[in-house]
């Protein structure tokens, strides 16, 4: 029998009446609630079991709603959470400064049901969305981050994460791992050398060499937030491409596409590796083969492999 998934809805309330109005109405939903009295509780429950969604009073004794809110958005364990403020008419002015707090969206009351149920519903099926694509992100050959024109972070997912780590673990350099940082002095600088280009399709690429690892970044540009969406790699260089070069009389762009052509990159992957066409890179192959008398990608590895001897290929 299928596991049914109840999505977690956290409520912060210090008014019995709304939080017995509020737990009935999610529970009937068909959502698994948590109840906290006030910020501090919720604050040491949410360490053992996180929700998928706060509801969160403004005016609490003690924490009230914008520092609880404050504290889990500085927190990495529930950053993500989306939080939803609840608050009386009066205090409307109020929630500019829960807004500038990290909240997404708030209920006035007194509380309508419908409306509460509409607005978790629709801000779940966000967070899932993006939970969702992080997963994909984190499972795929890329990492990927955004920064401004200035090289300071705005989004950085696991996948960015793990890249810088290993970059600044192979150079040397700092590792940046928040939100609001700025990327090491050499990125940084390549970035900030760069030309400004207004459309997105336009991109250039960073590459570079460190203790047997080769990383990569293409930059292209996120066209309505004017931040810089930089798409990463890094691979092991097992080939040395100097010597492939000259052994085989390549250029030094032909031995890296066989590198890569040895790691099962289709043309377009390449070309975004790269920085260009799937085309160009049609017609470097088609070099690659005259030069080495064979009509195939796997007879070009396999003719690398017996002419030097020194390549793993990873083509199965």
């Known amino acids: ?45 949410i360490c053992y079991l996180r929700p998928d969604i706060i509801l969160l009073d403004v005016m609490m004794p003690g924490v009230d709603g914008f520092e609880t809110c404050k504290q889990l958005k500085v927190n990495p364990y ?25 909240a997404v ?47 300071r972070i705005t989004w950085l997912p696991e996948s960015g994460k793990n890249w810088l780590s290993e970059y600044a673990k192979r150079t040397g350099a700092s590792n940046p791992v928040l939100v609001g940082e700025v990327l090491p002095v050499t990125l940084a600088s390549w970035l900030q050398c760069q030309p400004f280009f207004e459309q997105k399709e336009e991109s250039t690429n960073f590459e570079t060499h460190h203790q047997g690892v080769h990383f990569s970044i293409k930059r292209t540009l996120c066209q309505h937030t004017g931040e810089y969406l930089l798409l990463m790699e890094k691979h092991s260089k097992d080939w040395d491409l100097e010597f492939l070069r000259h052994s085989l009389s390549l250029t030094f762009r032909e031995a890296e596409i066989l590198m890569w052509i040895s790691r099962g990159k289709t043309n377009k992957e390449m070309g975004l590796i790269l920085g260009t066409s799937p085309r160009t890179i049609n017609k470097h192959l088609e ?30």
Request: hydrophobic share 45%.
């Open 78 to 102: 529930t950053a993500a959470i989306p939080v939803l403020f609840m608050t009386a008419l009066g205090e409307l002015d109020d929630l500019l400064r829960g807004f500038n707090e990290g």
């Open 105 to 151: 969206d708030y209920l006035v009351k007194p509380i309508s049901p419908p409306e509460v149920l509409a607005r978790v519903e629709s801000h779940l099926k966000q967070a899932f969305n993006f939970q969702r694509a992080e997963m994909a992100l984190n499972n795929s050959p890329f990492a990927v981050m955004t920064v401004s024109k200035e090289g």
């Open 1 to 45: 029998m299928a596991t049914v998934f109840e999505p977690i809805v956290m409520l912060i309330d210090d008014t019995p009446g709304n939080l017995a109005l509020l737990s009935d109405t999610l529970s009937e939903a068909g959502y698994r609630v948590l109840v906290a009295t006030d910020g501090l509780s919720a604050l040491e429950q």
């Open 287 to 316: 070099h690659i083969f005259e030069k080495l008398g064979v009509v195939t990608r796997a007879a070009a590895v396999s003719m690398v492999l017996q002419k030097t001897g020194k390549f793993k290929t990873e083509i199965e």
